[in-house]
């Protein structure tokens, strides 16, 4: 079982690299966080805060939109794909079982989702380190950003997956990946901040909007960072959510949960496939 | 036939939604025997791979793979399979898609490079399948398929695209390995190309089995006629049409349909007759034609 699982993860690692999947990822967080880092140096001093604590909390606003994508455009092919080829047919005429694909699949892409985190973000952080100068909250809120981005991405990569196997082809596959990005990632926001508009200060706002906040995986993920950030610049949802009636870990449960529910959905779907 | 197939399939009902697939189908192949399954697209021969590998559940009948369930452990060890289309990741190498197989099959690495070098990728072998022919590509499905000396090969149109000398040595290895004992199905759309490469045919039509068994019973059972094309002598295509009948074609050729146990009597009796005719062609039946044949029988049988 575990040589069947780490030859399967093994190969989809290695696609994720000749694919340049995980270079390109690499490079483009590791751009943004340097953008945001060096240009967002000057608020710094007006803030009293310093600059890597300060890129920390406006990366995880950016993180948010640019995770979930990376983690879906990497996984959402992983098995519609394969059937479309028919290498999953050749693959489940072996003895590996189905739920074992599905755990090495995503073993494999949350690793290569991680690698690419891990890498941009550290060139970031010690670029805006070496050059701005690196305190212990400082670098406590890097260490948030990238471990709790590290469970974003393997949240999304669990999606991906999930929708991948209930696609069965890879068109349907990249629209359903699409569709998850914008309700998750955008819509979802929008439509709590016109409901908080349109409540006033009503029930919805006071009682119903936090949990629909917290119950989203990528707003779960920005609460969770900038819970442990007083002095980040907050506008939108995340000024809304400073405020909330709950403990700055339960963000993270969510996300666990966010985590497990997927995988679980994701192998059950998979058994279901017709190669 | 032995009493214990390495493929036993009996009476197989298998439905997509309403639609009847495969209908009381039943098959054997034993231990070191070829055996083609034949058929138009669509008409059954995928659905009953899926069957054999347990992707597909029967609606009713029996599937046992060296006498086990089909999809269970031992099913899937005992089975290599060949699906018809297959395209492996273009950045992989040739042996780096046999040592993802042999990892997943529990086969060491020592025989990758034996294998490789049996189906003529020896050289190719580091090479990233993107840059493989198509031929190439078939013939490291074959390597694939040949990990772990299966007990049963599916091969699903192993041969299409490939050229003639391809094709043999496809051939040549599909019959090593049911040489070791190893029961070989290969689906096909031509019986031209499996004549003396199977011990057996079965040929699949609408979803039913309409014929099995070796190329020349099925010939001699299906007693197809041949046909005798003559030419008249001059002017005398009226009067030898009297005499022997036929149909006529562009004013001087008369065609005979005959028995096959009649040709012999015929030409005989056109042999005696100089004056009216100036040339007898015989055409027997190709296996186009028994193909055609045992086809058409199911087309009939189901027609109301």
């Known amino acids: ?33 340097l953008a945001l880092g060096f240009l967002g140096a000057g ?24 995770i979930p994508l990376i983690a879906l455009l990497m996984s959402y092919d992983a098995l519609s794909g394969e059937v479309e080829r028919g290498t999953l047919a050749l693959t489940l005429a072996t003895p590996a079982r189905r739920w074992e694909l599905f755990a090495a699949k995503f073993l494999a892409q949350a690793v290569a989702v991680g690698v690419a985190i891990a890498l941009g973000f550290a060139i970031a952080g010690a670029a805006i380190g070496a050059t701005y100068g690196v305190s212990a909250a400082g670098l406590v809120a890097w260490g948030r950003l990238v471990g709790s981005g590290l469970v974003l991405g393997a949240v999304f990569v669990a999606v991906g997956l999930s929708l991948s196997a209930a696609a069965g082809r890879t068109a349907t596959a990249a629209a359903y990946a699409i569709g998850c990005w914008l309700i998750l990632v955008v819509l979802y926001d929008l439509a709590l901040l016109g409901g908080v508009i349109a409540a006033g200060d009503g029930v919805f706002t006071t009682d119903i909007f936090p949990w629909l906040v917290l119950a989203n995986p990528a707003d779960a993920f920005r609460l969770y960072n900038l819970a442990g950030f007083e002095a980040a610049p907050v506008s ?8 909330l009636p709950f403990s700055a870990q339960l963000p993270l449960a969510v996300l666990g949960l966010w985590l497990a529910v997927p995988v679980a959905v994701g192998m059950r779907l998979t058994a279901r496939i017709v190669p | ?16 939604g309403r639609l009847l697939a495969l209908s009381g189908v039943s098959l054997r192949v034993a231990e070191g025997e070829r055996v083609a399954l034949l058929g138009h697209n669509g008409a059954g021969k995928s659905t009953l791979f899926k069957a054999i590998l347990g992707f597909l559940r029967p609606a009713a009948g029996r599937l046992a793979v060296a006498g086990h369930a089909p999809g269970t452990d031992a099913a899937r060890r005992a089975v290599n399979y060949l699906p018809e289309t297959v395209a492996f990741p273009r950045s992989l190498t040739g042996t780096e898609v046999m040592r993802y197989f042999s990892g997943l099959r529990g086969a060491g690495r020592g025989d990758i490079a034996r294998l490789l070098e049996r189906v003529g990728l020896a050289e190719a072998a580091h090479r990233p399948v993107g840059g493989y022919s198509k031929g190439m590509r078939q013939r490291l499905g074959l390597a694939q398929a040949l990990i772990g000396a299966p007990r049963l090969l599916l091969l699903d149109e192993p041969t299409s695209g490939l050229d003639p000398i391809s094709r043999g040595e496809f051939y040549g290895v599909v019959a090593e390995a049911a040489g070791r004992g190893c029961a070989v199905l290969l689906s096909s759309h031509g019986l031209e190309e499996i004549e003396h490469r199977t011990d057996r045919v079965a040929i699949l039509s609408k979803g039913r089995l309409v014929a099995d068994g070796p190329l020349d019973d099925l010939a001699s059972r299906a007693a197809l006629p041949a046909t005798i094309r003559v030419t008249a002598q001059d002017g005398q295509a009226d009067l030898l049409q009297e005499r022997i009948g036929g149909t006529r074609f562009n004013g001087c050729r008369l065609d005979l349909s005959c028995p096959p146990e009649g040709t012999l009597k015929l030409v005989a009796e056109l042999a005696g007759l100089p004056q009216l005719v100036r040339d007898v062609d015989l055409h027997r039946p190709g296996l186009a034609d028994l193909y055609r044949h045992y086809s058409d029988l199911a087309a009939e049988e189901v027609q109301p």
């Open chain 1, 236 to 243: 939108g949802i995340d000024g809304l959510a400073r405020s």
């Open chain 2, 1 to 16: 036939m032995t009493d214990h197939p390495i493929l036993a399939v009996e009476a197989l009902d298998l439905r997509y």
């Open chain 1, 1 to 33: 079982m575990i040589a069947r699982l780490l030859t399967i993860a093994a190969q989809e690692f290695r696609l994720a690299r000749r694919n340049l999947w995980v270079v390109l990822a690499t490079l483009a967080l590791a751009a943004f966080a």
């Open chain 1, 43 to 66: 608020q710094g001093a007006a803030l009293k805060a310093d600059v890597l604590s300060l890129t920390a909390a406006s990366l995880s606003t950016l993180s948010v939109y640019l």
